[in-house]
């Protein structure tokens, strides 16, 4: 008997007890490699001596001082580290305690500046179909999950959604990247013409799309297009980094990649590690001038914004991928891990697809490679290849829907940055063992 109410209150979770390095360890002494990081988050693993003794010395200090009397000096520190790693044009950082809250903030931040701006007409918001950027109502209301999003379809604001550059299932045969982007830039801007592009407030999008559609980077040049467009009429540009962000593509940030930047852009996971909970929203100097030269104050506010616990924990993490060099493992480890995965999933049966970026990889499922189509919904694919990895002693991350909400599915991987070759061979060889049952599956 538990009085908690679980994720899924029919399942029998095992007791997480410690964690070490790569792995935890559950009240029967099982040995998990978490090769998923939770949900992309335990970027440091866990047991980082660095972050562990910073939280420790904060609480000593001051745990928690409220923000509507102080500032505190984690807090302080953690802004003008973020700030000084990001591109010129983002100067104010506004501290939440995970994703979801950061792309509320975004999302009323985004509406308050054009208040402030005169132009209250603009209400509309644009996203992308099987995105996912929160379980919040507004952070809801603008992902593009479908069976995420129905039935609190009647409380949620209303938000436009477009195709998500996904190339595996976006591509036509024959079509150039370029020709791709052209296409998914043309219909973002037929739906602005459509709402009116002087009544839309921001186009929201992952930089790499992670939970929801699986590790999907954009082709080249998507996003150039989609801030060419933004700019054209006045739109702000948000980027959710929660997951693909914070060094996990191999940059801090991951639009570093895409030759753009953001009018904002959201963080978490990887920003404190799990080792506190803690989000962020980045703002440029545009919007934040706007509010601080109209009302004088952004309209919003949670009591454990900038915790100082959990902002020294986040500057240490900082330290240890700027000082100590963490975030230069990424992309090296990173080409290990993919080399890795497509000698050994490339000619599986049931591996459509293998994309993803830096340490951020995702495996598409498929019951049929040659035709892209998916296992039936109703053998559940992604909780049974969950189970089954759970029993080899792999965390990793499986997800249901990934075309539409209710068909195919996806493997994320997101292992820490402090991953060894050893442990990436142990992570193929366990995953490979997880997914020897898909064909079986699908003769049930």
Request: glycine share 12%; proline share 5%; charged share 20%.
């Amino acid at each position: 008997m538990t009085h908690v109410l679980h994720r899924d209150p029919r399942h029998r979770y095992p007791c997480a007890v410690r964690g070490e390095g790569a792995y935890l360890y559950d009240a029967g002494g099982k040995r998990y490699l978490d090769a998923s990081g939770g949900a992309a988050v335990s970027c440091l693993g866990h047991s980082d001596r660095a972050v562990i003794e910073a939280i420790q010395r904060q609480m000593d200090r001051l745990p928690f001082a409220h923000t509507s009397f102080f500032t505190n000096e984690p807090m302080e520190a953690l802004a003008d580290a973020l700030v000084e790693h990001a591109p010129k044009s983002l100067d104010k950082v506004f501290f939440v305690s995970g994703g979801s809250e950061a792309t509320e903030a975004a999302l009323k931040l985004a509406r308050q500046y054009f208040v402030e701006k005169g132009e209250p007409q603009r209400a509309h918001l644009i996203a992308r179909r099987q995105s996912y950027h929160g379980n919040t109502l507004g952070a809801l209301a603008v992902g593009g999950n479908a069976w995420r999003r129905r039935q609190f379809e009647p409380l949620l604001i209303g938000a436009t959604h477009v195709s998500p550059c996904y190339a595996y299932r976006g591509k036509q045969v024959g079509e150039s990247d370029a020709a791709y982007a052209d296409r998914l830039a043309s219909e973002l801007q037929q739906t602005i013409e459509n709402l009116g592009g002087e009544n839309v407030i921001a186009f929201v999008a992952e930089t790499v799309a992670g939970a929801t559609l699986g590790a999907v980077p954009a082709v080249p040049g998507y996003f150039k297009r989609v801030r060419e467009i933004c700019d054209r009429h006045g739109i702000l540009l948000i980027l959710d980094e929660v997951m693909c962000g914070m060094g996990r593509c191999g940059t801090l940030w991951a639009f570093e990649q895409e030759g753009v930047v953001p009018d904002m852009v959201t963080i978490a996971k990887g920003l404190g590690a799990g080792y506190q909970p803690i989000g962020a929203v980045l703002a440029g100097r545009n919007v934040s001038e706007a509010v601080i030269g109209g009302s004088g104050s952004f309209q919003h506010s949670h009591t454990y914004m900038g915790h100082a616990a959990a902002c020294a924990g986040a500057l240490a993490v900082q330290k240890r991928l700027h000082e100590d060099g963490l975030l230069r493992r990424v992309t090296p480890l990173g080409t290990e891990l993919e080399q890795r995965l497509r000698q050994a999933f490339a000619d599986h049966p049931h591996v459509g697809d293998i994309r993803g970026r830096g340490l951020f990889w995702g495996l598409e499922l498929v019951a049929e490679r040659a035709t892209k189509g998916p296992f039936d919904p109703r053998l559940r694919v992604h909780a049974r290849v969950k189970r089954a990895a759970m029993n080899e002693g792999l965390m990793c991350y499986p997800m249901g829907g990934t075309l539409d909400g209710v068909r195919g599915d996806h493997v994320l991987l997101a292992p820490p940055f402090i991953v060894e070759p050893a442990q990436l061979d142990e992570l193929v060889e366990k995953l490979g063992r997880a997914l020897r049952g898909l064909g079986q599956a699908q003769e049930k």
